[in-house]
């Protein structure tokens, strides 16, 4: 074994899996997670742990993989993490622990998110369940939204002995884990609902078709029916568009709108009335992660894919495996273009795309070099659907219905990045809804510093 390297992971074949839904990777099993764990040096200062926003203690938990305690590793990972399969599949371990990873310096990097993955599947497998508190304390805390924040807060809450309730919008809890993340990268049935059992079992209720703003407000919750503080992790799930001419054509989609179909209503079922336009020839306008799951969902409901990027490839905000995936599946990317037009036919469906050249020139606010427009190169392509992927921001509802309340020009809500204090006294918040679209683990983070500061704010008061 050469200490210096990864243990490979083992993956569905790329022509096999470009036409179903089931999960890419395999993961470790118990001998390839041995030795993988085998290679870690156990820091006594461990960068890694800095680099996880749920400061896990991952030399301690990878200690009990190498030692084969793996009950002993999971009750290491519930102390920080309640969605620990769910991290271990889909965080961008590459940028956080494993991009601080010592081992990393010389060889490749320990890892740390096949482990996780491997001991949450080992809990679920074996019907390891989180410590619950043994008593409660009396007070209740609302959480609106049961996305990644919103389950991180509700967890560590109900860990601390609060009566917890989570309102959920849609009609099956998750957030974007069930409706935003596809099938191939996140299974819902075998991932997602356990470890949302896992945190009701910690005594955490869920409501769901709760629309917080239309069936009852924040001032009710806390007013009315005796909630002492609240904790608003509803994400952020208005779409944005580019404004361009015929983006109200028929067969243009929010990345949003398309995945949510899909996931939610299984729409890629055939036993499930729930059809979607998935069309022959689909063109994804963006090249975040987002866009790589819309692409790559495409591409499996029988489409030719052309993901549109206005930069090159070295600014694709993606991670590198979501990238690496697609262009091992089959997807086209269209690096250096932008969209300047949709065209549509006498009945008004998408039939084309005008597309300008871009080039790159200085470097804008985000540090990527800006695009710039090359004068004369406008060209067309033949499209059927158009799925824009550019980016999502908070509903205003939330924001619109409670009483001082403040958000920012861009309707996030203005929180403490601390505790998630927001303006308005015993209203918390956190994820999407006060950064706008982030990651599942960034969510999870501010859930977990709310957590903190309502159990901060309810002691003191």
């Avoid at 304390?137 to 919103?150: E, L």
């Avoid at 659907?385 to 509903?395: A, H, K, Q, R």
């Avoid at 903190?452 to 003191?460: D, K, Q, R, T």
């Amino acid at each position: 074994m050469d200490v210096m390297k990864k243990v490979p992971v083992r993956e569905q074949d790329p022509k096999v899996r470009a036409t179903n839904f089931e999960e890419v990777c395999y993961g470790y099993n118990a001998q390839e997670a041995h030795e993988e764990a085998s290679r870690c040096l156990k820091c006594k200062n461990a960068r890694c742990v800095s680099g996880c926003p749920v400061s896990i203690n991952i030399p301690a938990f990878i200690k009990e993989v190498q030692e084969g305690n793996i009950e002993g590793a999971a009750e290491v990972i519930a102390q920080a993490s309640a969605l620990p399969a769910v991290c271990g599949r889909v965080c961008p371990q590459e940028s956080q622990c494993e991009g601080q990873c010592v081992r990393g310096m010389k060889g490749e990097p320990i890892s740390i998110g096949k482990l996780e993955r491997f001991v949450a599947d080992w809990s679920r497998e074996n019907g390891f369940v989180p410590k619950a508190a043994e008593v409660k304390n009396g007070h209740k805390v609302a959480v609106i939204g049961s996305g990644p924040a919103g389950l991180t807060c509700a967890g560590d809450l109900a860990k601390m002995g609060y009566d917890v309730t989570i309102f959920e919008a849609l009609h099956e809890p998750g957030g974007v884990l069930i409706y935003g993340i596809p099938e191939f990268r996140l299974p819902k049935q075998g991932v997602v609902h356990p470890e949302i059992e896992n945190v009701k079992k910690l005594g955490v209720k869920i409501e769901t078709d709760v629309i917080i703003g239309k069936s009852v407000t924040i001032d009710e919750l806390m007013d009315d029916e005796g909630f002492e503080a609240v904790f608003i992790g509803s994400g952020a799930g208005l779409p944005k568009f580019m404004g361009i001419p015929g983006e109200n054509a028929n067969g243009v989609f929010s990345a949003n709108e398309y995945l949510t179909r899909n996931n939610l209503m299984k729409a890629f079922r055939d036993d499930y009335d729930t059809p979607i336009v998935a069309g022959k020839k689909v063109a994804v306008v963006g090249g975040g992660n987002v866009a790589m799951d819309a692409a790559r969902t495409a591409l499996r409901l029988g489409a030719e894919v052309h993901v549109v990027y206005r930069r090159s490839e070295a600014e694709l905000p993606a991670r590198a495996e979501e990238v690496h995936h697609a262009k091992e599946e089959g997807i086209v990317f269209d690096l250096l273009r932008n969209p300047v037009e949709i065209l549509s036919d006498e009945k008004g469906w998408v039939k084309g795309m005008v597309i300008r050249k871009m080039e790159l020139g200085e470097p804008d606010a985000s540090g990527r070099r800006r695009p710039v427009e090359v004068p004369g190169s406008d060209y067309t392509i033949e499209v059927d659907t158009v799925i824009m992927s550019l980016g999502t921001s908070p509903n205003p509802l939330i924001s619109s219905t409670t009483e001082g309340l403040e958000t920012n020009r861009r309707k996030c809500i203005v929180a403490e990045e601390s505790n998630g204090q927001t303006s308005r006294e015993g209203v918390f918040a956190g994820g999407d809804a006060v950064t706008g679209a982030a990651t599942v683990i960034l969510a999870m983070e501010a859930g977990k510093k709310a957590a903190a500061g309502i159990h901060e704010y309810l002691s003191n008061k």
